[in-house]
């Protein structure tokens, strides 16, 4: 192939990935923003909704955010909002516009390391469309993922170039690259060592005998650039200071993300379950990047409901993938390579340390399956290297892997589309999956099917009767169809359940001072319950504050009840709570004139 004809086909794989990466995604710009984290990192976060000023731009930096520090995705989200508002698609867009560069720069990086065409353009195009990757780009609250993929594929450039011909200017760049990515999302820990395996392939930095003459044969076309050799202790020691970031950026994650509550300690998943949790979810992602059926946002944890055999069968998989990559290793070092990509890459969100309640993810899954895409990309193209038709399967056969792709990922997009399709599609592909039960059933109540919210919430209490969310959301779907009763019935085993909770303390709280029958009114018991929600969450939740003054009201504390309304009006401003604010702000008229606030239905709802 000519160097004029090369260029000619590099470009047609641009357009290419592109295309087919925009129709596979097209029925993303109907999705809207999900009650899934997407208010906590946009809609209902002021310190994002308000777009760029001098404390927004502060605050990602110096705080932490659902459990993690990442001020590069914060950042992004705040200049989405500043350009385009709370308008769902262009938020969207972002995201793809995200996925679609770091497709471009996948296929750049591998072509520019190995020189292999096809294959690293299947290699990205199987990235760009397999349906597991629609979790990380449909979903606006995993920006994270898709812009720490842009970060770590930058990382890769850097470090191909650097590795061409060292010096200290190419090697800063990639200590920033990396450090950028880790203030994305702190999945770039294990970078480093995929560095060192792309040393031994494709880059044959590597110093050993019997290693050089495979590195130039398992390329399909040849690699003019002569990449520097250097021992295994040399790369090694290359490396430290991208080691020590990591080692940095690991602790400081684990530190926030438990002071968030979100690494589930022992006593919750003990570490038995952990173990065997990850051996069988290294199967199930294969499986499912195999046939990807069943997809869903969230897998329950099975904990010691998981048959003994699978964890056995898998360990056992594992080892003899394993043992047979190394074997084989001479040979066919893509295989190796790309196996311990897999491996390595998923060590962090495999669940040994278990963060979060979900047993695997989807989105997990958006870097890691890059090694498997070039293990099949190399291995396939390599073992029909004699077959007579050779150049003819290779394209039918990736054509039609592709297009199936391609199809899967357009609908697996447009279950994205809302709160409702999502929770639904979720409780329907899994099982005793009461989380998405109970976001299924608060979707539908938002949506005013009680009924059929009821039924989800009742579903959740035959699969785990202690979890106390599904009691609350009982009780408010109870009180918003009008049933007081039933609804202070299934509050109360919420409180029960969880005593500190806020939640279910608000809405009784709530109803007993706002009830027009006195059959459902304690004004004392809604000022005590008032009161210890506000005290647990130091007065400075604009929702309670409004409660508390409702209930002052209710007993006759007006000047108490006007001094809470004020505060909990001057914190709904400062805070962007624009829906809360007329509420407050009509309240507290009642309350300056002396009158208590009655209504039938709650304007507190809270969970």
Same mark, same amino acid.
């Given at each position: 192939m000519d160097k004029t004809s090369n260029k000619y086909w590099v470009l047609c794989v641009y357009l290419a990935l592109v295309l087919a990466t925009f129709i596979a995604y097209e029925p993303m710009r109907r999705n809207e923003f999900v009650n899934l984290d997407d208010g906590a990192y946009v809609f209902e976060n002021p310190h994002v909704k308000v777009g760029i000023t001098r404390e927004s731009v502060i605050w990602p930096f110096t705080s932490s955010h659902v459990g993690n520090w990442h001020p590069l995705t914060g950042l992004s989200h705040i200049l989405d909002c500043q350009l385009f508002g709370l308008n769902p698609f262009w938020h969207h867009f972002t995201s793809f516009l995200f996925h679609v560069a770091n497709t471009l720069l996948l296929f750049w990086v591998l072509k520019r390391m190995t020189g292999a065409i096809w294959r690293s353009a299947f290699v990205a195009a199987a990235f760009a469309l397999h349906p597991l990757h629609v979790e990380s780009v449909a979903w606006v609250a995993e920006r994270k993922d898709v812009l720490s993929g842009l970060f770590w594929i930058l990382t890769m450039a850097a470090y191909v170039r650097y590795a061409a011909r060292p010096s200290l200017g190419k090697y800063l760049l990639v200590?920033?690259?990396?450090?950028?990515?880790?203030?994305?999302?702190?999945?770039?820990?294990?970078?480093?060592? !995929?560095?060192?395996?792309?040393?031994? $392939?494709?880059?044959?930095?590597?110093?050993? =005998? $019997?290693?050089?003459?495979?590195?130039?044969?398992?390329?399909? =076309?040849?690699?003019?650039?002569?990449?520097?050799?250097?021992?295994? $202790?040399?790369?090694?020691? =290359?490396?430290?200071?991208?080691? !020590?970031?990591?080692?940095?950026?690991? !602790?400081?994650?684990?530190?926030?993300?438990?002071?968030?509550?979100?690494?589930?300690? =022992?006593?919750?998943?003990?570490?038995?379950?952990?173990?065997?949790?990850?051996?069988?979810?290294?199967?199930?992602?294969?499986?499912?990047?195999?046939?990807?059926?069943?997809?869903? !946002?969230?897998?329950?944890?099975?904990?010691?409901?998981?048959?003994? $055999?699978?964890?056995i069968l898998s360990a056992l998989a594992l080892i003899i993938v394993s043992a047979a990559v190394i074997y084989t290793i001479r040979r066919w070092p893509y295989l190796a390579v790309g196996w311990f990509w897999y491996l390595g890459t998923l060590v962090p969100v495999i669940g040994l340390v278990q963060v979060g309640s979900q047993a695997m993810a989807d989105r997990y899954t958006y870097l890691p399956s890059i090694g498997i895409f070039i293990m099949v990309a190399w291995a396939v193209a390599e073992l029909l290297a004699k077959l007579r038709y050779r150049t003819f399967t290779l394209q039918i056969a990736a054509g039609v892997v592709l297009v199936l792709l391609l199809l899967f990922t357009r609908v697996q997009v447009q279950y994205w589309q809302n709160s409702l399709t999502l929770f639904k599609h979720a409780v329907e592909m899994t099982e005793n999956n009461f989380r998405m039960h109970n976001n299924y059933g608060k979707a539908l109540m938002v949506e005013g099917h009680f009924d059929d919210a009821i039924e989800h919430f009742k579903e959740i209490l035959k699969i785990n009767p202690q979890y106390f969310k599904a009691q609350n959301n009982l009780g408010l779907a109870y009180y918003m169809k009008g049933e007081i009763e039933q609804a202070i019935t299934y509050l109360d085993k919420a409180l029960q359940l969880k005593p500190e909770w806020v939640g279910p303390m608000q809405n009784l709280a709530w109803i007993k001072a706002t009830q027009p029958n006195p059959k459902f009114r304690d004004t004392q018991e809604a000022v005590r319950l008032a009161e210890r929600a506000c005290e647990l969450t130091d007065y400075k939740n604009p929702a309670l504050l409004d409660t508390l003054a409702v209930a002052y009201a209710a007993v006759g504390k007006f000047p108490e009840a006007v001094d809470t309304a004020k505060k909990a009006l001057e914190l709904a401003e400062s805070s962007g709570h624009n829906q809360r604010i007329e509420g407050i702000r009509s309240r507290l008229h009642f309350f300056k004139a002396g009158k208590i606030y009655i209504e039938s239905l709650p304007k507190a709802f809270s969970d």
């Open positions: 200590v920033l690259a990396l450090c950028l990515g880790l203030m994305a999302k702190p999945m770039l820990v294990t970078l480093p060592f !995929v560095l060192l395996l792309l040393d031994y $392939w494709p880059l044959g930095r590597l110093q050993l =005998e $019997w290693s050089k003459a495979r590195q130039v044969s398992s390329q399909s =076309e040849a690699v003019k650039v002569n990449y520097q050799k250097a021992t295994v $202790w040399r790369l090694i020691a =290359e490396k430290i200071p991208l080691f !020590v970031l990591v080692a940095v950026s690991s !602790v400081v994650t684990f530190m926030v993300q438990r002071s968030a509550g979100a690494v589930q300690l =022992e006593e919750s998943f003990p570490i038995n379950y952990r173990i065997i949790n990850a051996l069988t979810s290294y199967i199930a992602y294969l499986g499912k990047m195999i046939y990807p059926s069943h997809l869903a !946002v969230f897998y329950p944890h099975l904990l010691d409901s998981l048959p003994l $055999w699978q964890p």
